[in-house]
């Protein structure tokens, strides 16, 4: 079983940066893709970027794209998201996923395991 734990959430003022973590434990996630959705109140859960097995293929939300980078160490076990300039219409719960497929993954049915989420707040 494929257990995943967010860190690095927390409070920051708009035009900022968080760098969230993804630890994967139960098994080496290293010939999957790994994806980061998000959560606000109210709405439905987004896809916000992905990463397939060996980072060599990266794919963004429009409404981030160019803010956010996506990485992964698989030495590690472990995926990043960068989030940079930072708005206040990216507060969510943001999540860890990852996918049985080495591909990229957009569509959150791709993926198999989740992580409970962290928190991100970004004040205006």
């Known amino acids: 079983q494929v257990h995943l734990v967010e860190s690095g959430g927390g409070l920051v003022q708009a035009g900022g940066s968080l760098r969230l973590s993804c630890v994967a434990s139960?098994?080496?996630?290293?010939?999957?893709?790994m994806g980061w959705f998000r959560q606000a109140p109210g709405k439905e859960r987004e896809f916000v970027a992905t990463?397939?097995?060996?980072?060599?293929?990266?794919w963004f939300a429009d409404s981030v794209k160019g803010r956010f980078t996506i990485s992964r160490d698989n030495t590690k076990n472990t995926a990043y998201l960068q989030m940079n300039n930072l708005r206040p219409e990216d507060t969510a719960v943001y999540l860890c996923?990852?996918?049985?497929?080495?591909?990229?993954?957009?569509?959150?049915?791709?993926?198999?395991?989740w992580g409970q989420g962290t928190q991100v707040t970004v004040s205006s």
């Open positions: 990463i397939n097995w060996n980072g060599g293929s990266t």
């Open positions: 139960g098994r080496s996630l290293s010939a999957n893709a």
């Open positions: 996923a990852a996918s049985s497929r080495y591909a990229s993954a957009l569509a959150s049915r791709l993926y198999d395991y």
